[in-house]
């Protein structure tokens, strides 16, 4: 005990920052070419990350920091460290295809439960290792609680379970004969008391955040993305009914006109926002309101989406938005529009999360260390784990991933994840291979 309890006065000393306890659990050092600690600061170079159980103890330069008698030691010299990612819009249970309607027609949540369980391993070892699902199935519900448990592999999940639409909308399934009785994407539910309801009925059933479609989509048959949905009494009312039990509300919301009555609403986030004009900027920074981009997706149904089942008319909304998208983006990210980090996986595959990062960089100008922070503390912060998560700072849980190089000078290298730690355990090495967790909360 007195080695440690001197490691942890060195590591005081040494790196300036609190330090956890590390003689309860076993110690294990992480040391790298380079850490980029997710708050923006400048990277640090020939740097070290002290885990205890599973959390870290500090993160800081290597020099003068004594390694105790007994701890693991995993080199990464040549790698940049940093923490790990986030997407706070997932769809951990789809698939590409048609925006959801071949699912809900054909099969059950034990199809998306198994779907999910696949995507989830695959999202955690793309160095994700935290989602935010946006809207599917209750089948999230156990996934998420499964992978708290250590049942399954993946990353830690705040799930909106089915999500809330309107008759005819975007999230509804649409050109079919009125004959049948088909059901949504999302729960269908419109006016004041039946979106109450659905809001009440979703906490009940273990949302940790609501999901609405305030305008039309690229993936519906019948709507444009422009077109106003949800009202803005209907959005009023399902933000203050989330409120009441605390959680947030992300909208889906490509229109100008949905954006700026969804943000008057007091949502926290804008999903999409690809037609976002200069009111509905000025509105999401008087609001704080985050903004969760979904680049890649464009680019994929436009390039693959034939071949992976899109319908023409999805493909043909996409090269219609694709331009203006990036440039509306743009200026709502130069203007200081608070971007959280989200790339509608499902409707790309799993895996590819990391797409996006190029296209901010290269067409919204967004710099490199700030896409990092985009990434990690600003999507922390939208979830609202923040003081968890997030950085490589002294108390947060270990969540850490390594790329080989520098990805200030190669943002693509996030693409090609080597090394994932969640929690202190290794799933992802390019000596290890990954592991079965022990079990543990998310």
């Not at 710099?367 to 922390?380: G, R, V, Y």
Request: net charge neutral; aromatic share 4%; hydrophobic share 45%.
């Amino acid at each position: 005990m007195q080695r440690n309890i001197r490691l942890t006065a060195l590591l005081v000393a040494a790196l300036g920052v609190e330090v956890v306890p590390l003689w309860a659990q076993q110690v294990t050092i992480i040391h790298a070419s380079r850490l980029i600690d997710g708050t923006g600061a400048p990277p640090i170079e020939d740097a070290i990350v002290v885990i205890s159980g599973d959390a870290i103890a500090a993160a800081g330069r290597a020099s003068a920091v004594q390694v105790p008698a007994g701890a693991k030691v995993i080199d990464l010299k040549g790698y940049t460290i940093m923490p790990g990612l986030m997407d706070c819009h997932d769809h951990i249970t789809g698939n590409p295809g048609d925006g959801g309607d071949t699912a809900e027609l054909r099969e059950t949540d034990a199809h998306k439960a198994i779907y999910g369980t696949v995507n989830a391993r695959v999202t955690l070892e793309a160095g994700f290792t935290t989602i935010r699902d946006v809207g599917g199935s209750y089948a999230t519900v156990a996934l998420r609680d499964l992978v708290n448990k250590g049942v399954i592999v993946g990353p830690r999940m705040w799930v909106a379970t089915r999500g809330l639409g309107i008759t005819g909308g975007h999230a509804d399934i649409n050109g079919w004969s009125p004959n049948l009785s088909l059901p949504g994407t999302t729960q269908i539910a419109d006016g004041i008391e039946a979106v109450r309801k659905a809001v009440r009925e979703q906490v009940k059933f273990g949302a940790d955040l609501i999901k609405v479609t305030a305008s039309g989509g690229v993936l519906s048959v019948g709507d444009s993305p422009s077109s106003i949905q949800y009202s803005f009494e209907e959005l009023r009312t399902i933000v203050d009914e989330a409120s009441h039990s605390g959680r947030k509300v992300a909208a889906h919301a490509h229109g100008a006109a949905s954006i700026r009555d969804a943000v008057r609403a007091g949502v926290a986030s804008i999903e999409h926002g690809s037609l976002v004009d200069a009111d509905g900027i000025a509105l999401m920074k008087e609001h704080d309101t985050f903004m969760v981009p979904t680049l890649y997706t464009l680019d994929f149904i436009i390039e693959e989406g034939k071949s992976a089942g899109v319908p023409d008319y999805g493909i043909a909304k996409a090269k219609a938005m694709a331009k203006l998208q990036r440039e509306n983006l743009r200026r709502a990210y130069q203007a200081g529009v608070r971007f959280a980090y989200g790339t509608d996986a499902a409707v790309i595959p799993h895996g590819r999360n990391a797409k996006d990062f190029a296209i901010m960089v290269s067409q919204l100008g967004v710099p490199p260390l700030d896409a990092i922070k985009i990434a990690t503390t600003n999507s922390a912060e939208l979830i609202g784990i923040g003081d968890k998560v997030g950085a490589l700072k002294a108390g947060l849980w270990a969540d850490i991933i390594a790329v080989e190089g520098n990805p200030l000078d190669n943002i693509r290298l996030l693409e090609d994840v080597k090394f994932v730690m969640k929690g202190g355990t290794v799933y992802k090495s390019p000596s290890v291979g990954a592991g079965r967790p022990p079990g543990g909360s998310r």
